[in-house]
């Protein structure tokens, strides 16, 4: 609710604060259990640091995260790594950060060490079995991670967010990096492990088509806000917002049936620590209206459920 990840800029031998770069502007949404929701955007509008947030590997500079209820942002770190468990992430190649030297075995049986979670041949049972479950077998456990395609490693990734038996998997570009074959595989294995495993999702990808398969819900960020969320359907039949249309008419599957115009959209994101006045949007709207410029849009509901901010509506 109203997250905010502000990060300052300081000039001078003082390191006086002369203004901040508004990464996640005032983020609001909510997740139910089983869900999954979809966060849109080009790079640089706030979606990973949204995530980064969420989970904490950055501390909110405002607003506030609930799991099932609980207060994350504040939480002491003992606490914090409780439900930290709770929540993993799979990233877009998920060993660029693990050490190489380690094997498949040693990768998913760290987070069940680390944890205390069963002994050690309930461990290594327990690696076959996820091993499997995301369709690779047992003999991998021993190979070391340069082995494998990149489908191969992000069906690792996502048998790593499995080990502790999360309750939401956040999951940032997971598919970017993959050939578009692939990328279908990986998602139908994350709808799979979904129903298996109850799990709630929070997707993030600059690709509307991705998220096509997999989203109910679609939130689509633009310079640190959310500038339109509904169901799924509504955005793809119905999108509200300048900037969701011009995403769809970007995403060529989606667009194919209908042949709608492509709208091209000029220029990059503006840097969010010099945002433009009133609507963020309007430099590169091919809507936008006088009133843009002046006074930024509130965000609210325009129709049951889905609710934008523009001053079309
Ligand atoms: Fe475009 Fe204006 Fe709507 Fe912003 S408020 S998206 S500039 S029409
Ligand atoms: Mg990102």
């Known amino acids: 609710n109203n ?3 502000h990060f300052p800029i300081n000039k001078g031998i ?3 604060q002369v203004g901040a770069v508004k990464a996640v502007d005032g983020v609001s949404f ?3 259990k089983g869900e999954t929701l979809g966060i849109v955007g080009e790079s640089g509008c706030g979606k990973s640091t949204t995530a980064r947030v969420i989970i904490r590997l950055l501390e909110a500079t405002g607003g506030s995260v609930k799991l099932e209820g609980h207060e994350l942002t504040n939480l002491n770190p003992k606490k914090m790594r409780e439900l930290r468990k709770d929540i993993q992430m799979v990233f877009q190649d998920p060993f660029a950060s693990l050490n190489p030297r380690w094997t498949v075995q040693r990768t998913l049986m760290e987070p069940m060490k680390v944890y205390g979670i069963g002994n050690k041949s309930e461990r290594k049972r327990k690696v076959g079995e996820l091993l499997n479950q995301v369709g690779l077998d047992e003999s991998y456990a021993k190979r070391h991670a340069h082995e494998f395609s990149g ?5 690792i990734g996502i048998a790593r967010a499995l080990v502790l038996n999360p309750k939401l998997i956040i999951a940032d570009e997971p598919v970017s990096a993959l050939d578009i074959s692939v990328q279908s595989q990986v998602i139908n294995l994350m709808q799979d492990m979904q129903q298996e495993y109850d799990l709630t999702y929070l997707f993030i ?3 509307l088509s991705v998220v096509e398969h997999i989203a109910d819900k679609i939130a689509v960020m633009y310079l640190g806000k959310i500038v339109e969320l509904a169901d799924k359907e509504k955005i793809f039949d119905n999108p509200l917002h300048p900037y969701t249309e011009a995403l769809i008419s970007a995403a060529p ?3 194919a049936l209908e042949k709608k115009e492509r709208i091209v959209l000029g220029g990059d994101v503006p840097s969010p620590a ?3 006045n009133g609507c963020p949007f309007h430099t590169r709207c091919h809507k936008a209206m006088d009133i843009c410029k002046q006074e930024v849009p509130e965000f609210k509901e325009i129709s049951d459920g889905q609710l934008t901010a523009c001053h079309l509506y």
């Open 3 to 5: 997250l905010k990840m």
């Open 30 to 32: 909510t997740v139910n």
């Open 14 to 16: 003082f390191s006086k």
């Open 151 to 155: 489908g191969q490693r992000q069906r």
């Open 205 to 207: 990808t600059h690709d």
């Open 253 to 255: 599957e989606v667009n």
């Open 274 to 276: 010099n945002p433009p």
